[in-house]
């Protein structure tokens, strides 16, 4: 990946993916945006309509619609394209359907010659994140996830509000599988430089140790209510996209919850689940291993077991 350009292919202009090209436009995060979707027509729209808010941006963004050969010298393509599925059709099927829209999709990106970083976002991501690396062979520390990011924006936003204390000095993270047998690791939880439960226990009853599984609840459930509320999620999953671009262009060494392919931390092999990395220029450079307690290490292999399950019954080749 060339070092100096930042040039992204957007496959998928739904409401998730232009939720991440507007975050990107208003963030000025970089300079060359490809919109691709295979509804051409729909594609065409959203670039004019991002290009007419540009005057007004301070971004000098080079925005328009594309092919598949402009993945060329792309240094991220993100993947938001998918299918909704249909009524009576199973979890399976649909992640049968979605992994042939994958395939039709990383072949033409393999071809162009591609040597940057798969940024995914369709769901189940973890296992979409996975049929990605299988498909294109890319080193798997190029394929990223959005795993859990957005799961650990919701935990730091929510016990920020609980300790009215700004959600940037909370330290602490969702991990294992987007989905319902995802995990807080509270042991591994901080305000600021002090571990949560030690900050209940020291405001005499004030917070209570026991309201932090009503919190990990909440979060869980918060695409859910989302949902019911409004039909999809997307403003927080695109601004979840820009944070994860802006640590590989900026070269930050960043602790994000991506989802990233384990090779024996956690005791988890060839399986991809939201786990603390290291993001930079190069994607994932490597996998922060937390020291867990025996109970939340029992979570992250029930959570990795059930990835690896729906892998099992998924035909790839
Ligand atoms: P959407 O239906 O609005 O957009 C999907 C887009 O994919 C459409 O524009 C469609 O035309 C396009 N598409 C379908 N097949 C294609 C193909 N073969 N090639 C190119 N484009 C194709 O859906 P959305 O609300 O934008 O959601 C997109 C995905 O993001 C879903 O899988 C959703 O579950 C997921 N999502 C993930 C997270 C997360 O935390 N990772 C959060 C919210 C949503």
Redesign the pocket.
């Known amino acids: 990946m060339n070092n100096q350009t930042r040039k992204i292919v957007l ?8 939720s991440f090209a507007y975050a990107l436009l208003n963030q000025n995060a970089c300079d060359e945006l490809i919109l ?4 051409k027509k ?1 594609a065409y729209g959203e670039a004019m309509d991002l290009n007419h808010g540009l005057a007004f941006s301070g971004s000098h963004m080079n925005i328009r619609t594309g092919e598949y050969p402009d993945c060329a010298d792309a240094d991220i393509v993100a993947i ?5 599925q249909k009524p009576g059709e199973s979890r399976i099927d649909l992640l049968q359907r ?1 992994t042939e ?1 994958f395939r ?2 990383i072949g033409p990106v393999m071809s162009s010659g591609f040597g940057g970083i798969f940024l995914i ?3 189940p ?1 973890d296992i ?1 994140t996975h049929v990605t690396q299988k498909i294109s062979g890319v080193d798997p520390k190029r394929v990223i ?3 859990t ?3 650990t924006a919701r935990l730091r936003y929510m016990l920020g509000n609980y300790f009215s204390v700004d959600p940037r000095n909370i330290h602490a993270y969702v991990m294992g599988e ?1 989905g319902d047998s995802e995990f807080v690791p509270w042991s591994q939880a901080l305000v600021g430089t002090k571990s949560v439960f030690a900050h209940c226990e020291e405001t005499g009853g004030k917070f209570c140790a026991m309201d932090m599984q009503k919190i990990s609840e909440d979060v869980k459930n918060a ?1 859910q209510k989302i949902i019911e509320a409004k039909k ?3 403003y ?2 695109g601004m ?1 996209m820009v944070r994860i671009v802006r640590a590989i262009f900026g070269n930050e060494n960043s602790i994000l919850t991506v989802s990233a392919r384990l090779d024996g931390e956690y005791g988890q092999k060839d399986v991809y689940a939201g786990v603390p990395c290291i993001v930079n220029r190069n994607g994932v450079r490597e996998i922060v291993e937390l020291k867990l307690t025996d109970e939340e290490l029992r979570k992250m292999h029930a959570s990795c077991e059930m990835l690896r399950g729906v892998m099992k019954d998924l035909r790839i080749n």
């Open positions: 496959v998928g202009t739904g409401f998730v993916g232009m691709i979707d295979i509804d729909r938001c394209a998918g299918v909704a979605n829209v039709s999709i976002a369709t769901n991501v979409m996830g959005t795993g990011t957005l799961d987007h695409a999809a999620t997307y927080g999953i979840s």
